[in-house]
């Protein structure tokens, strides 16, 4: 379930479903330098390494994720760009 707050400020979409390790990060990546600061990116993932990879880049890359779940897919992310 989309939490209706989260819903509002979500700036893009991107579906990762089916695809595995590394594209989901690298998708991430690129849809991310599309973004402008404060923006936030939705991403669905499916791969079960997705969850620790996309946390990892994001530390890295010092983007801030808003939230985490699991969803019948797989799991969702919010991710805002800091920088």
Do not use: N
């Not at 993932?45 to 779940?69: N, T, V």
Request: glycine share 4%; charged share 35%; hydrophobic share 40%.
């Amino acid at each position: 379930m989309v939490d209706p707050e989260s819903a509002k400020r979500t700036h893009q979409v991107l579906d990762c479903i089916g695809l595995y390790c590394p594209m989901p990060v690298l998708k991430t990546r690129q849809e991310m330098d599309k973004l402008v600061t404060g923006q936030i990116l939705e991403v669905l993932a499916d791969d079960p390494a997705a969850e620790e990879d996309i946390k990892a880049w994001a530390k890295r890359a010092g983007q801030k994720i808003l939230k985490i779940e699991k969803t019948q897919e797989g799991m969702r992310f919010l991710i805002q760009k800091i920088k």
